[in-house]
């Protein structure tokens, strides 16, 4: 075929290969675009997966430093409860 198609039958067939042509771009075009929004689907899905296994280190890391703050409290209150004894002692020896 001719680059400039001089009758009307070889116009229409040209159009006609032209067309194939672009249809076989936009159908290769349509299936990469799937490919790609399946991956970025994978990857949200990861993102999520990966969030929420941040927020469970956190929160068991909040928990662990809270319980140890719990501690901390009870060990202050028992020392506190000690002092108060020893003021008490010495007051009363005087």
Do not use: F
Not at 48 to 73: H, P, Q
Request: net charge positive.
């Amino acid at each position: 075929m001719n680059l400039h198609p001089k009758t009307s039958g070889e116009k229409l067939l040209w159009e006609r290969s032209k067309n194939e042509e672009l249809i076989g771009h936009v159908k290769a075009y349509q299936l990469e675009i799937g490919i790609l929004r399946s991956e970025i689907d994978q990857l949200k899905h990861e993102m999520k997966s990966v969030e929420l296994g941040a927020l469970i280190l956190k929160n068991k890391k909040m928990k662990a430093t809270l319980i140890d703050l719990e501690n901390r409290i009870k060990d202050l209150k028992r020392e506190n409860a000690l002092y108060l004894e020893k003021i008490i002692k010495l007051q009363t020896m005087k």
